[in-house]
């Protein structure tokens, strides 16, 4: 298919997720779209045709990408629960500005973890990378 398509697809499955949790709220389904979004759009961009070096990937180094994925997911789902206590029970804020709150508090609490992981990945496909130049 053409890289275009899978662009599209992907911005519509995205604006439907942000719209859908406008409305909604969380659902299950998330676990479903946010992945198949991600993968439309690694597609799009060409870098799902780069994952031919995974099959190189040691199991030592699959592990170290499983342990800091725990790691990541504990610390933003820790950072997520304070930040929960801080705006609920300390502060006691309601209304818009309590979803605006909790909002700035999930997008700040995934960002350090987005970078700590994905140093993690740049790590072993550098290593990757650095081997087979050897």
Known sequence: MNKKIFNTIGWI???????????FGYTDWYLLLVPLTYMCFSI????ISKMKNIKKIKVSQIVFILLA??????????????????????????????????????????????????SVIYKVFGDMNSTKAQ
């Open 44 to 47: 799009s961009d060409g870098s």
């Open 13 to 23: 499955l995205l604006l439907g997720i942000g719209v859908s949790w406008i409305a």
């Open 69 to 118: 994925f725990i790691v990541a997911v504990g610390i933003v789902f820790g950072l997520i629960q304070l930040a929960n206590y801080l705006i609920n029970d300390r502060l006691g804020l309601t209304g818009w500005v309590k979803t605006l709150s909790q909002f700035i508090a999930i997008i700040f609490s995934l960002i350090p973890i987005q970078f700590a992981f994905g």
